[in-house]
């Protein structure tokens, strides 16, 4: 059966891995961009039109980072992964931060208690909004993902709640060191979380450390 994965996935060192006060122009809210920062010069993100200062690097960070595409055929993520908007669409104009392009390139279900038409965009990415709990979601996303991995997104919410009904094969987790102190935080109502997987962690000169989590085999 293909895996359900989770890549590149920053929390601060209290543990937020969005700041309050999402915005459109603040898509993690008070966090700006010191989550991700980690990433900005790495070929992968480069690729995805993220500006640096380098060509991209080929160094720790990247390793990691470029694991985020191959082998994936659908990803999930939560609404605020797909905008800033709450409640009924006020219309459907809005069609994500990503532009004409996004950078999925494969179907995407972007879970949400107010459906809308399925949006197609340039490069083979497919938006479907459903409103599914965890179990509901990865049926769909397997039937669209073939014989492909799951890749859940985010946000924050997202993910924890893909934790918490023990659906994740892979967990990616960039530990950034910074203190937001609000937010919204990935590991609340997981404890014991640690006992289905196994652990390694690696150092990055940027000085994030990258967390993976490889589900132990079930008993």
């Known amino acids: 059966m293909s895996l359900v994965r989770v890549h590149n996935f920053s929390v601060s060192l209290d543990g937020f891995g969005t700041g309050a006060g999402q915005q459109l122009n603040a898509p993690f809210g ?3 961009t010191r989550l991700v920062e980690w990433a900005f ?3 992968t993100f480069r690729a995805m039109g993220i500006h640096g ?7 720790v960070d990247e390793a990691f980072a470029g694991t985020w595409g191959p082998g994936i ?3 999930i993520m939560g609404r605020n992964k797909f905008g800033p908007h709450r409640g009924p669409w006020e219309n459907e104009e809005w069609k994500g931060w990503w532009g004409s392009n996004p950078v999925f ?3 995407v279900l972007v879970l949400t208690h107010h459906p809308r038409p399925v949006l197609e ?15 509901s979601a990865l049926r ?4 669209l993902a073939g014989n492909q991995d799951v890749r859940i997104g985010g946000g924050v919410s ?3 709640q893909f934790l918490e009904a023990d659906l994740i094969d892979h967990l990616h987790v960039v530990v950034v060191p910074i203190v937001l102190g609000r937010g919204e935080r990935l590991w609340d109502g997981l404890e014991g979380l640690e006992e289905r997987f196994d652990i390694e962690a690696t150092p990055s000169p940027f000085g994030v450390v990258h967390l993976v989590f490889t589900r132990r085999r079930r008993g």
Do not use: I, K, L
């Open 30 to 32: 008070h966090a700006g």
């Open 41 to 43: 010069e790495t070929r």
């Open 53 to 59: 200062e380098s060509e991209g690097s080929f160094g």
């Open 73 to 75: 055929g659908v990803e």
């Open 105 to 107: 390139h494969t179907p």
């Open 121 to 135: 965009m340039e490069g083979g990415t497919t938006f479907h909004f459903v409103d599914a709990d965890p179990v």
């Open 140 to 143: 769909q996303a397997r039937a």
């Open 158 to 160: 997202t993910v924890r």
